[in-house]
C-alpha cells in the first residue's frame, strides 16, 4: 500500500465528471487499498478517487459514527445516491482538496445509497446525518463539485484557527460541529 498525493483545488482532475467502474479488477483493489491508507494518513473521513488523480466512480468513507447502525469503513463503487424526504441540514465541511478551510454547507439529511462493494457486490444502504453528508461530499467529488458550491451563503468560510476560535465552540455537540475533512 502507498500514500497517495492529494489534488487540490484548481486541479482540473477535480471539476470533471469521472466514469463509471467497469470492472473491480487487481488494480483497483490496489487503488483501495492505497486510498484507505491515504485516508487514514490524512486522519480524513472520505476520499474520493478524483482526489488522487483517477477519475472513476468511487469513494471510501469512515465517518466513524452513525445513527443508522452504518458506522465503519465503506467502500462504494458506482454509487447512486437518492433522497427519501425533504428534510436538510446545515454543517460545517472541509475537504482533504481544499486544506485549511471550513464552510457551511447544506444538505439532505438522509441519504439512499445503492452501490457495488469492493467485491463488486450490489450494496444499499439509508444514511442519516454526518455519515449522509459524507456520502453526498465523496459523489459530488466523482461529479466535480466541491462543498464550496454547497454553500448557501459564500461568506460563511473560515480558516481552521478561526473555526475553531469563534465558530467551533457555539456548535459543540451538533453535526455542525464536525471537523473533519473528507
Ligand atoms: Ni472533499
Known sequence: MAVLPIRVAGDPVLRQKAKKVRKIDASIQKLIDDMIETMRD???VGLAAPQIHEPLRLFIMDPGRSEGGED???VVVNPELTFP???RMEL?????SIPGIRGLTERRATVE???LDREGRPHACTL???PAAVAQHETDHLDGVLFLQRMPDVAALA???EF???LAPAERGDDAGEAADA
Not at 92 to 96: A, I, M, P
Open 159 to 161: 480558516f481552521e484557527d
Open 128 to 130: 442519516h446525518g454526518f
Open 72 to 74: 465503519g469503513l465503506k
Open 85 to 87: 424526504d425533504e428534510e
Open 42 to 44: 490524512e486522519r480524513g
Open 113 to 115: 445509497v445503492r452501490c
Open 92 to 96: 460545517w465541511e472541509g475537504c482533504l
Open 164 to 166: 475553531a476560535r469563534f
